[in-house]
T-cell receptor, first 117, second 114 residues
Framework: GAVVSQHPSRVICKSGTSVKIECRSL??????MFWYRQFPKQSLMLMAT?????????EQGVEKDKFLINHASLTLSTLTVTSAHPEDSSFYIC?????????????FGPGTRLTVL | DAKTTQPTSMDCAEGRAANLPCNHS???????VYWYRQIHSQGPQYIIH???NNETNEMASLIITEDRKSSTLILPHATLRDTAVYYC???????????????FGKGTHLIIQP
């Protein structure tokens, strides 16, 4: 299957700082990328959808000014958590769709665990 | 998207077939059944999908009932590495369409016992 990477895999930061997470599709061009977050013992929740070259579409309840998403190329999307607070601590996962994929397959990255102190 | 219902957890002995059920009684004619799994602290992994015919790939088989109101994911020879949460998701599909993100339910926590 297609490969999606995320960087960093784990990050610890102080409250009030901003953190950038990268999501890359390594062997295909991702026309659409998705960002999810997962709190402990809960399921994944979709945060936003981004199409290359367009503004991201955010799910209800997700603050677009806090979670900045950039999808400037067909292989890279970034999520920036601005002014992070402890309640933003979570497992952030991206997925990508596009290229040879049919039938709405999405391929997920390994996730980034964010801990805000 | 149609809602799915899965058991919260299941146990299976290593080497045996693991059969994971999913109910999707409100599925529409143009909705596919997708299965993903998530091993602890990793991103979800695509397993298989189908519309109405049974499907098989190198990972699993998918059996969909004739009325399409339920399906079963079969892992033919479960190993300890198959311990994960398995998600059954019903989605509209098609090339170029259905670009929305996935809606994950609680899934089934499958535990493979040695």
């Amino acid at each position: 299957g297609a490969v999606v990477s995320q960087h960093p895999s784990r990050v610890i930061c102080k409250s009030g700082t901003s953190v950038k997470i990268e999501c890359r599709s390594l062997d295909f061009q991702a026309t659409t990328m998705f960002w999810y977050r997962q709190f402990p013992k809960q399921s994944l929740m979709l945060m936003a959808t981004s199409n290359e070259g367009s503004k991201a579409t955010y799910e209800q309840g997700v603050e677009k000014d806090k979670f900045l998403i950039n999808h400037a190329s067909l292989t890279l999307s970034t999520l920036t958590v601005t002014s992070a607070h402890p309640e933003d601590s979570s497992f952030y996962i991206c997925s990508a769709r596009g290229g040879r994929m049919d039938y709405n397959e999405q391929f997920f990255g390994p996730g980034t665990r964010l801990t805000v102190l | 998207d149609a809602k799915t219902t899965q058991p919260t957890s299941m146990d299976c002995a290593e080497g045996r077939a693991a059969n994971l059920p999913c109910n999707h009684s409100t599925i529409s004619g143009n909705e596919y059944v997708y299965w993903y799994r998530q091993i602890h602290s990793q991103g979800p992994q695509y397993i298989i999908h189908g519309l109405k015919n049974n499907e098989t790939n190198e990972m699993a088989s998918l059996i969909i009932t004739e009325d399409r109101k339920s399906s079963t994911l079969i892992l033919p020879h479960a190993t300890l590495r198959d311990t994960a949460v398995y998600y059954c998701i019903v989605r509209v599909a098609g090339s170029g369409g259905g670009a929305d993100g996935l809606t994950f339910g609680k899934g089934t926590h499958l535990i493979i016992q040695p």
